[in-house]
Each structure stands twice: as C-alpha cells, then as structure tokens.
Nanobody, 119 residues
Framework: QVQLVESGGGLVQPGGSLTLSCTAS????????GSWYRQAPGKGRELVAI????????VYADSVMGRFTISIDYAKHAVNLQMTTLKFEATAVYFC????????????WGQGTQVTVSS
C-alpha cells in the first residue's frame, strides 16, 4: 500500500537550484520519519537529509549542510528537498525513504529522480 514517487530532478548549472518532491501514499508523514538519499555513479547510496515526523528535527550530511533544506508538506503528503548552490558532486539519483514501525522497522523507497549538475 505504501508508494513513494520522486519528482523534480533534471539538468541544472553549477550554482543553480532544484527542489525535489517525494509524494507519499499509504503512509502518514505525521507519524514516521522521511529522508532523502542519493547514489552517484560508481558510489554507494548515501544519506542526504532526514526530517522527523513532526518536522521539528532535521539531520543533514556535512556535504550539503547550509545549502539543502528538507521539509514536509502535510497537505500534499510530500517530503521536499530544496537544493541550492548545487555543485558537480550533487550529480546522482536521489531516492526518497520512509521508515515505518509495524512493530519492526520497514523501509520504503521510491524509484528515484536523476539530478545532473553540468555546465
């Protein structure tokens, strides 16, 4: 029943901005944490940012601190990732994740959206 769909990826110039959106169905974003991961070519999947279910706590990777902002749009059932001052290193497939406890932790993933930073 849980489905996550990422959108908003694309081609952007260095220093530019993009906002990614993860639309969730079958799960309440007011109860479970959401996060964004990314995987660059030849590299493992890395955590980018986490937002708590109440949206009052966030965690960011050091590489994006101060430039990326994760948030929840409860009305649209979405976890957003606002990215600014994009660098070449941000080129990757970005994946949305929601962790659900029922009573063990289960992870749900979207299909990913490609972000390419190029001049």
């Amino acid at each position: 029943q849980v489905q996550l769909v990422e959108s908003g990826g694309g081609l952007v110039q260095p220093g530019g901005s993009l906002t990614l959106s993860c639309t969730a169905s079958g799960v309440s974003l007011s109860r479970y944490p959401g996060s964004w991961y990314r995987q660059a070519p030849g590299k493992g999947r890395e955590l980018v940012a986490i937002v708590g279910s109440t949206a009052d706590s966030t965690v960011y990777a050091d590489s994006v601190m101060g430039r990326f902002t994760i948030s929840i749009d409860y009305a649209k059932h979405a976890v957003n990732l606002q990215m600014t001052t994009l660098k070449f290193e941000a080129t990757a497939v970005y994946f949305c994740n929601v962790k659900v406890f029922t009573p063990k932790w289960d992870d749900y993933w979207g299909q990913g959206t490609q972000v390419t930073v190029s001049s």
